[in-house]
C-alpha cells in the first residue's frame, strides 16, 4: 500500500526558496511516475511537475523556470526546489505516484507572504 510523507514547506517571503522533500514506500520507487500537486484555498488541485522513472520531467507553465523537481531512486524520494517563490505559490503541495488515482498524503503547507 503506497504511503508518501511530504516535509519542507513554510512560511517564506516573496522571491525566497524552499525545498520540498517527499518519502515514498509501498511502491516500486523507481519505476514510478512521480509528481508535485497543489491545491490553494478555493481552486482545485493541480500538478505542477511530475518525473519519470528515467528522468523525463515536466512542469505547468506557472512553475517552469522557476521550479525543479528531481528524485533519488536510492533513498525512494522526490524532491521539489521551488525558486523566486510568489504569494500565488502559496498552497498545500502534496506528492504521489501519477498512477495511483485515489491516494493522497497530508500534504506540506507553502506560503508566500510578505
Known amino acids: 500500500q503506497v504511503h508518501v510523507v511530504e516535509s519542507g514547506g513554510g512560511l517564506v517571503q516573496p522571491g525566497e526558496s524552499l525545498r520540498l522533500s517527499c518519502e515514498a514506500s509501498?511502491?516500486?520507487?523507481?519505476?514510478?511516475?512521480m509528481g508535485w500537486y497543489r491545491q490553494a484555498p478555493g481552486h482545485q488541485r493541480e500538478l505542477v511537475a511530475s518525473?519519470?522513472?528515467?528522468?523525463?520531467?515536466n512542469y505547468a507553465d506557472s512553475v517552469k523556470g522557476r521550479f525543479t523537481i528531481s528524485r533519488d531512486n536510492a533513498k525512494s524520494t522526490v524532491y521539489l526546489q521551488m525558486n523566486s517563490l510568489k504569494p500565488d505559490d502559496t498552497a498545500v503541495y502534496y506528492c504521489?505516484?501519477?498512477?495511483?488515482?485515489?491516494?493522497w498524503g497530508q500534504g506540506t503547507q507553502v506560503t508566500v507572504s510578505s
Open positions: 518525473i519519470t522513472g528515467r528522468g523525463r520531467i
Open positions: 509501498g511502491i516500486i520507487f523507481s519505476i514510478n511516475e
Open positions: 504521489k505516484p501519477l498512477a495511483i488515482l485515489n491516494y
